[in-house]
């Protein structure tokens, strides 16, 4: 697998962001830290915090590439 080739498979979603979407994965909490502001893709009109699906994803994927090293 080519570098270019790494770079596409590592920038598309591990699962299609629909079923992210279909299985509650944005929804998110009414309180918030400081830790969470990174996550954040929006706060609805009930001051509910959406959680945003690409950066969690990525996240999924570094916590992968950790977990593979042992």
């Given at each position: 697998?080519?570098?270019?080739?790494?770079?596409?498979?590592?920038?598309?979603?591990?699962?299609?962001?629909?079923?992210?979407?279909?299985?509650?994965?944005?929804?998110?909490?009414?309180?918030?830290?400081?830790?969470?502001?990174?996550?954040?893709?929006?706060?609805?009109?009930d001051g509910l915090?959406?959680?945003?699906?690409?950066?969690?994803?990525?996240?999924?994927?570094?916590?992968?590439?950790?977990?593979?090293?042992?």
């Amino acid at each position: 697998m080519s570098e270019n080739e790494l770079d596409i498979e590592l920038n598309e979603p591990l699962v299609p962001v629909e079923e992210y979407l279909a299985a509650g994965v944005h929804i998110g909490t009414q309180q918030k830290s400081n830790e969470m502001m990174n996550f954040i893709y929006r706060v609805r009109g009930d001051g509910l915090y959406i959680i945003d699906i690409r950066k969690t994803d990525e996240r999924i994927k570094q916590a992968a590439q950790f977990l593979s090293r042992f």
